[in-house]
C-alpha cells in the first residue's frame, strides 16, 4: 500500500508544475521526455529471407513538438536491438544515435496519428559497425500524457518500411513506455 501512495504522489508532483500558472500563455513548443519503451513487432524482409520478432529497447528519450503544427523530433542516446539476422544468426545490437522525425497529423486527447521516419546509427555488437545503420518510415498511432507544454507517451503501435543496412523490409511493432511498466508494477504488488 505504502508504495502505490508513493507511486499516485510521484505522478501528480511531476504533473503539477506543469500546471501550476494558469496565466502562463501557451508556449510554441511541448518538451517530449520518456525514461525509454519497450517493444516487440515482426519483420518481414521484401526478399522472403529471415522473417521474425524483433525486440528492442530504448532508454531515455527527449525532444519537442512545435504545439502549432504538431512536428517534432525525438533524440534516443541507446536503442537496443534484438532480431532475426538475415544471413541467419539471430544479433543483439546497440545503437547510440537515435533520431525520430513525427507529425501527428491527427491529435485528440492524448490520442495521436501519423507519420514519422527515424534513422539508427553507430551500431555496437562485437565492435562497432560503421556501417550498420537502419532508416524507418511509416506510420504511428499511441496514447500519450499531456500536462501543459509537456508530453510523455505511454504506448504506441507502428508500421511502414525499413531499411536495415541497405535491406528493406516491411514491419509492425508495438511498443510501451517504461514508466506504464513501472507504475503497473508498484499499483500491483502484494503488501
Known amino acids: 500500500m505504502?508504495?502505490?501512495?508513493?507511486?499516485?504522489?510521484?505522478?501528480?508532483?511531476?504533473?503539477?508544475?506543469?500546471h501550476a500558472a494558469e496565466e502562463r500563455r501557451e508556449a510554441d513548443?511541448?518538451?517530449?521526455?520518456?525514461?525509454?519503451?519497450?517493444?516487440?513487432?515482426?519483420?518481414?524482409?521484401?526478399d522472403g529471407g529471415g522473417a521474425g520478432l524483433e525486440g528492442s529497447i530504448a532508454f531515455l528519450a527527449l525532444g519537442a513538438e512545435h504545439n502549432a503544427t504538431k512536428i517534432g523530433l525525438w533524440i534516443s542516446p541507446v536503442h537496443f536491438f534484438a532480431r532475426p539476422h538475415w544471413d541467419g544468426e539471430d544479433e543483439v545490437l546497440a545503437s547510440?544515435?537515435?533520431?525520430?522525425?513525427y507529425w501527428n497529423a491527427?491529435?485528440?486527447?492524448?490520442?495521436?496519428f501519423g507519420p514519422f521516419a527515424s534513422v539508427n546509427y553507430l551500431f555496437l555488437g562485437d565492435t562497432v559497425h560503421w556501417e550498420?545503420?537502419?532508416?524507418?518510415?511509416?506510420?504511428?498511432?499511441?496514447?500519450?500524457?499531456?500536462?501543459?507544454?509537456?508530453?510523455?507517451?505511454?504506448?504506441?503501435t507502428e508500421?511502414?518500411?525499413?531499411?536495415?543496412n541497405g535491406r528493406g523490409a516491411f514491419f509492425a511493432s508495438v511498443k510501451i513506455d517504461l514508466v506504464v511498466i513501472l507504475l503497473a508494477a508498484l499499483l500491483n504488488e502484494n503488501d
Not at 547510440?96 to 522525425?101: G, P
Not at 491527427?106 to 495521436?112: E, Q
Not at 508500421?159 to 536495415?164: E, H, K, P, S
Request: charged residues 10%; contains cysteine; aromatic residues 16%.
Open 132 to 156: 550498420r545503420y537502419v532508416l524507418t518510415a511509416g506510420l504511428q498511432m499511441g496514447m500519450r500524457w499531456e500536462p501543459r507544454n509537456f508530453n510523455m507517451p505511454l504506448f504506441s
Open 106 to 112: 491527427l491529435s485528440f486527447s492524448g490520442l495521436h
Open 2 to 18: 505504502g508504495l502505490r501512495c508513493l507511486a499516485i504522489f510521484a505522478v501528480l508532483v511531476a504533473g503539477s508544475p506543469l
Open 29 to 46: 513548443f511541448s518538451v517530449n521526455f520518456s525514461l525509454g519503451n519497450i517493444g516487440i513487432g515482426a519483420i518481414v524482409p521484401f
Open 96 to 101: 547510440f544515435l537515435n533520431l525520430t522525425f
Open 159 to 164: 508500421a511502414g518500411f525499413r531499411l536495415v
